[in-house]
């Protein structure tokens, strides 16, 4: 994949709380986990096609997806500047997550 210092930037929230192995799979992602119990992901994303990937992977953990939001440039942290790519990731609803 090409890098894109443009790519624009999405903020994602879960419901329940991501494990770490879980959490491998966002790679370029800032992943927090709010007081709420929610997860939030917030990071660049390449194109459309790398957002379905990572929405397919959400899916497949069988995690309830609360939001997406595309950042404006105020909201976005530029210490996240590596796009998240939506190449094949292992695992399914077996995972863990606590909710």
Do not use: K, W
Not at 8 to 31: S, T
Not at 33 to 49: K, N, Y
Not at 52 to 70: A, E, K, Q, W
């Amino acid at each position: 994949m090409t890098h894109n210092d443009d790519a624009p930037r999405y903020e994602i929230r879960l419901q329940g709380h991501l494990d770490a192995r879980r959490a491998e799979r966002f790679v370029g992602m800032r992943i927090t986990l709010l007081d709420s119990g929610e997860t939030q992901l917030v990071g660049p994303v390449a194109d459309q096609a790398a957002l379905y990937g990572i929405l397919d992977r959400i899916r497949d953990m069988g995690v309830p997806l609360l939001t997406v939001r595309r950042l404006d440039l105020a909201d976005a942290d530029d210490d996240y500047d590596r796009p998240a790519s939506c190449g094949p990731q292992d695992g399914g609803a077996d995972d863990d997550v606590t909710q």
